[in-house]
Structure formats: structure tokens, C-alpha cells
């Protein structure tokens, strides 16, 4: 295992684009209840923020609850893409700050059950978006499950949510050793959330590291941490975001700062500037695996 951009100075404050290619972040999670989605909403609004046409896509297929954790109404949602009703286009919600979001729908167990074929039939959707996005944030499902390992794999970053419970850490690592031996995923970003101090997100971090051992096909970088903070619950609770209701706080200014490395994550250095590589990388890993099935 190898480290990259462990050491957290002063986040990078430039927020120019690199107009070559769509940064995808995948956000994800070996288990529930670590904060994933609140992550996702806040990390997607801070590059909306930041000057970013931003895209946040519910891909937490058949648990999505995106638009009510912004208190938003959704009549329509990926579903009715996939059936043929509408395009995505039709479907796109305009959230804070000029944000756009692709829903899901809640306990729907049609999504919840999608694997390869279906999520990349979904993503092909994006090229018909006319828009330009230079940021796209993907709030996946947690563990290892078909659709959540579909959205990482095409994604150019991989962020990895955890906190400091002995399960969450353990299924941290796991989730980034099957990512990575079954889908050649190799660097991943780890993020230590609802932790007390930086100590304690840095320590949380080492423990991952010493989990994963010496396997030298795995980057992980840090991404820094999140700590606990009653006034993100807060925020959750009236179905708004943090770092717009309360921006000085402690979460708010971390996910803020998270906002400003990714801004200076590499971007996938390729010709075209909209979503078809992201598209086009789905659609080759579903290609492959219907040659290996045939």
C-alpha cells in the first residue's frame, strides 16, 4: 500500500477549472449511519459555492433521500428515465446555490436492485444533458453492491466515508479491498467524519492504513475530517445544509476546506470537456462483462 497527499497543510484556495474533463467524485462508504449523504449534499454545494457547475447525483439507488434532506419536492426521479417516461434532463432539480440534482426514489426496490446493464444504461442518460457540468458528486449506496461498485468504477476519484466505530473502519477497509481486486480500483481518498479532534481523524486514518497492511496496489490518501458537531444535526433536522445555515461552524468549515482539495484532485486528462467519458467508462466495463458471462 502506498500514501498520497497524506500531509493536510492550508487547503489549495484556487478554484479555476480544468476545462478538459468532468471531475467525477464517487462518494461512498463501506456501511450505513457514517454520514455519507450529508457529505455528498455539503461537499456538492461548496463546489457550487466555489464557482462549479455542479451536478449531485442520488445514486444511493432505492434509499435515495437527497431531496428531503434539502427539503425539496421531486415528482419524477431516475425510475422514469430508466422506464422511458422522460429524459434526464426532465428530471433535474434545481437545488441551493444553482446546484442541480438527479433524484431517486426512496424504497423503491427496483433501483435498489440494479446491477451493471441498468446503471449503465442510467449514466448513458447524461449525454443528452445540455448543460456543462464540471463537477459531478455521486452519492452511492454503502458496501459492495453491484450498482455501488458500477458508479465507482467509472468514476476519476473515490472518496471513502468513515468514522471511528471498530465496524465502520473494518468495513472501510473492506470496501476498499474489494474495489480495488475486483475492479483494479487503485487510489482512493479516505475521509474521517464525526470525529472530535484532528487527532482523532488522523489516528482513525492510521488504523485504516494499518488494516489495509502492505498491499502495494492500493493509494490512499487522506482527505482530512469532519468532527462531530451538533449544529450539522442540527442542520440535517430542518432539512438544510450546513454550510449554508450555519457556515461558521466547525463541519462547515472542514467541508469547506475538503471542497478546496478536491478542486485540486488531478482531473482525468481527457479531450472532451462534458460527461462522455464518464458514460463511455461505464459502458466499456458493462461490454466486458457480457463478454466474460457470453
Same mark, same amino acid.
Request: charged share 20%; aromatic share 4%.
Given at each position: 500500500?502506498?500514501? =498520497?497527499?497524506?500531509?493536510?497543510?492550508?487547503?489549495?484556495?484556487?478554484?479555476?477549472?480544468?476545462?478538459?474533463?468532468?471531475?467525477?467524485?464517487?462518494?461512498?462508504?463501506?456501511?450505513?449511519?457514517?454520514?455519507?449523504?450529508?457529505?455528498?449534499?455539503?461537499?456538492?454545494?461548496?463546489?457550487?459555492?466555489?464557482?462549479?457547475?455542479?451536478?449531485?447525483?442520488?445514486?444511493?439507488?432505492?434509499?435515495?433521500?437527497?431531496?428531503?434532506?434539502?427539503?425539496?419536492?421531486?415528482?419524477? /426521479?431516475?425510475?422514469?428515465?430508466?422506464?422511458? /417516461?422522460?429524459?434526464?434532463?426532465?428530471?433535474?432539480?434545481?437545488?441551493?446555490?444553482?446546484?442541480?440534482?438527479?433524484?431517486?426514489?426512496?424504497?423503491?426496490?427496483?433501483?435498489?436492485?440494479?446491477?451493471?446493464?441498468?446503471?449503465?444504461?442510467?449514466?448513458?442518460?447524461?449525454?443528452?444533458?445540455?448543460?456543462?457540468?464540471?463537477?459531478?458528486?455521486?452519492?452511492?449506496?454503502?458496501?459492495?453492491?453491484?450498482?455501488?461498485?458500477?458508479?465507482?468504477?467509472?468514476?476519476?476519484?473515490?472518496?471513502?466515508?468513515?468514522?471511528?466505530?471498530? =465496524?465502520?473502519?473494518?468495513?472501510?477497509?473492506?470496501?476498499?479491498?474489494?474495489? /480495488?481486486?475486483?475492479?483494479?480500483?487503485?487510489?482512493?481518498?479516505?475521509?474521517?467524519?464525526?470525529?472530535?479532534?484532528?487527532?482523532?481523524?488522523?489516528?482513525?486514518?492510521?488504523?485504516?492504513?494499518?488494516?489495509?497492511?502492505?498491499?502495494?496496489?492500493?493509494?490512499?490518501?487522506?482527505?482530512?475530517?469532519?468532527?462531530?458537531?451538533?449544529?450539522?444535526?442540527?442542520?440535517?433536522?430542518?432539512?438544510?445544509?450546513?454550510?449554508?445555515?450555519?457556515?461558521?461552524?466547525?463541519?462547515?468549515?472542514?467541508?469547506?476546506?475538503?471542497?478546496?482539495?478536491?478542486?485540486?484532485?488531478?482531473?482525468?486528462?481527457?479531450?472532451?470537456?462534458?460527461?462522455?467519458?464518464?458514460?463511455?467508462?461505464?459502458?466499456?466495463?458493462?461490454?466486458?462483462?457480457?463478454?466474460?458471462?457470453?
Amino acid at each position: 500500500m502506498r500514501l =498520497a497527499e497524506v500531509k493536510l497543510g492550508p487547503a489549495c484556495v484556487g478554484t479555476s477549472i480544468n476545462k478538459t474533463a468532468v471531475q467525477t467524485i464517487a462518494v461512498t462508504s463501506g456501511k450505513g449511519g457514517v454520514g455519507k449523504t450529508t457529505i455528498a449534499i455539503n461537499l456538492a454545494l461548496a463546489l457550487a459555492k466555489a464557482g462549479h457547475n455542479t451536478l449531485l447525483l442520488d445514486a444511493d439507488l432505492g434509499m435515495a433521500n437527497i431531496d428531503e434532506l434539502l427539503g425539496l419536492n421531486v415528482n419524477v /426521479n431516475v425510475l422514469d428515465v430508466l422506464k422511458g /417516461n422522460c429524459s434526464l434532463e426532465e428530471i433535474l432539480v434545481e437545488g441551493p446555490d444553482g446546484l442541480l440534482i438527479v433524484p431517486a426514489a426512496s424504497g423503491n426496490k427496483d433501483l435498489s436492485e440494479l446491477g451493471a446493464v441498468e446503471c449503465a444504461g442510467l449514466v448513458h442518460a447524461f449525454s443528452e444533458l445540455k448543460g456543462r457540468i464540471d463537477s459531478l458528486v455521486i452519492d452511492t449506496s454503502g458496501g459492495i453492491s453491484a450498482s455501488v461498485t458500477s458508479f465507482c468504477r467509472a468514476s476519476s476519484q473515490v472518496l471513502v466515508v468513515t468514522d471511528n466505530e471498530p =465496524a465502520s473502519i473494518r468495513d472501510c477497509v473492506a470496501q476498499i479491498r474489494h474495489l /480495488n481486486k475486483t475492479n483494479a480500483i487503485a487510489h482512493f481518498h479516505v475521509l474521517a467524519n464525526m470525529v472530535f479532534t484532528a487527532r482523532d481523524g488522523s489516528e482513525l486514518f492510521r488504523r485504516v492504513l494499518d488494516l489495509l497492511g502492505d498491499d502495494q496496489d492500493i493509494v490512499i490518501s487522506y482527505a482530512g475530517y469532519v468532527p462531530r458537531d451538533d449544529l450539522l444535526r442540527k442542520a440535517v433536522s430542518g432539512r438544510q445544509a450546513v454550510i449554508n445555515v450555519y457556515p461558521g461552524s466547525g463541519s462547515a468549515v472542514a467541508i469547506n476546506n475538503l471542497a478546496r482539495r478536491v478542486i485540486s484532485w488531478r482531473r482525468p486528462g481527457l479531450p472532451h470537456g462534458q460527461l462522455e467519458f464518464f458514460v463511455e467508462r461505464m459502458l466499456q466495463q458493462n461490454n466486458v462483462e457480457r463478454e466474460v458471462l457470453s
